[in-house]
């Protein structure tokens, strides 16, 4: 009967360790670095929700009719949130894009063309520039 | 029936206003209208379309300073292991004139035809015509079939071989799409001239508004004569020729 109670004593402490065990193994929540807080275009939680909708609704305003300078756009938000050591908005878990972009495992395309460093200048040597040979 | 249509358009006008409010419209559930920026900014018009004279007896054989402008301008600064797989938003050609042996020299890029065969050929709608009449690759649709490529007459446009880091901010570039010169209209969008007629000391490139009569490029076509490179095949360029 004492050992039946102590197996169940020691499942059931088993039992209960068992989500303690599991939250510490969990991937720490992003912590990204917020390099100009609080002047953003829209509230935080807004932006959290959102920031994609309006980034996709403003390409294609941009790029199909032209309309630029405008509140919500892809450099506006590297100009504020690029990291001051690094200069961009990725590189590590603490910049800004990457950071929660890594902890929710959503795949950035954004940067396979536009540039995540804020105020970058192209400056190396032009290639040969002469034509093709006939 | 009216009723049930009245309450219809009176709910939607009703949340289209609290959503209004919110800083987006609801055009649908799940869909909405970001009204943030819409009324900023000045839009590509259709009463505009843009051109470009070039004035081939001005455009020295030795000179490439267009080609080095729209480089330095579009971020074409990455180092390729194959020169064929180059990007060339814009190169200088010299043409001879066999019986003669007289020498002509021009620069070549994206015609920005007003009846563009690359976006006659493209099957995702990439390829386009903004209302201003510049020709432009939309990369975000773009697959890299390069069939716009096959279709070009002036072998203007160049596929991204290879992943690129140094893209200017403007002027996003990137591997697996095709890629043309733009008329620099990251430039043009703010009033500028493209980089390549800006960096003419020669005074060879004309760009402006073809249907602006006060514009310099609408004055000098009616001036003098002028060419479409291939005009035959009637795609009615953007970018016309002097002197050849």
């Known amino acids: ?134 | 029936m009216s009723d049930s249509k009245n309450t219809r358009r009176g709910f939607l006008a009703a949340s289209a206003t609290m959503a209004a409010g919110l800083g987006f419209v609801a055009i649908a559930p799940g869909i909405r209208l970001i009204e943030a920026a819409s009324a900023q900014g000045k839009l590509a018009s259709s009463k505009v379309r843009y051109g470009l004279l070039i004035d081939s007896n001005k455009c020295k054989s030795d000179c490439d300073a267009c080609v080095g402008a729209c480089a330095t301008e579009n971020g074409i600064v990455e180092k390729v292991a194959n020169p064929r797989q180059r990007a060339q938003w814009i190169r200088k050609i010299n043409l001879v004139e066999t019986s003669t042996g007289k020498t002509h020299s021009l620069p070549m890029m994206c015609q920005h035809c007003a009846k563009p065969p690359c976006v006659d050929v493209c099957p995702t709608g990439a390829s386009f015509k903004r209302a201003d009449g510049i020709v432009l690759v939309d990369r975000h649709i773009c697959i890299g079939c390069r069939y716009c490529m096959m279709a070009c007459p002036y072998k203007a446009r160049s596929f991204g071989h290879q992943a690129l880091t140094t893209q200017n901010p403007e002027v996003p570039r990137g591997q697996g799409c095709v890629e043309a010169c733009t008329f620099c209209v990251q430039r043009v969008d703010r009033g500028l001239k493209p980089a390549c007629v800006e960096a003419c000391t020669n005074g060879a490139m004309i760009f402006g508004d073809l249907n602006d009569p006060n514009s310099d490029i609408y004055k000098r076509i009616r001036e003098v004569s002028s060419r479409q490179v291939r005009a035959d095949l009637k795609l009615d360029t953007g970018v016309r020729y002097q002197g050849i």
Not at chain 1, 20 to 41: F, L, M, N, S, Y
């Open chain 1, 1 to 134: 009967m004492f050992k039946r109670v102590l197996a169940v004593m020691l499942f059931s402490i088993a039992a209960l360790a068992q989500p303690a065990v599991a939250d510490a193994g969990r991937v720490p929540k992003p912590t990204p670095t917020i390099e100009t807080p609080g002047q953003c275009v829209a509230p935080v939680e807004e932006m959290r929700r959102n920031h994609m909708e309006m980034l996709k609704h403003q390409r294609n305003r941009t790029m199909r009719m032209g309309e630029r300078d405008t509140k919500v756009s892809l450099n506006g938000c590297i100009q504020c949130h690029a990291s001051k050591i690094n200069g961009s908005v990725l590189g590590s878990r603490d910049n800004f894009c990457e950071a929660c972009h890594a902890y929710a495992a959503v795949k950035l395309d954004c940067w396979d063309c536009h540039q995540p460093k804020a105020n970058y200048k192209a400056t190396a040597s032009a290639p040969p520039t002469m034509g093709l040979k006939p």
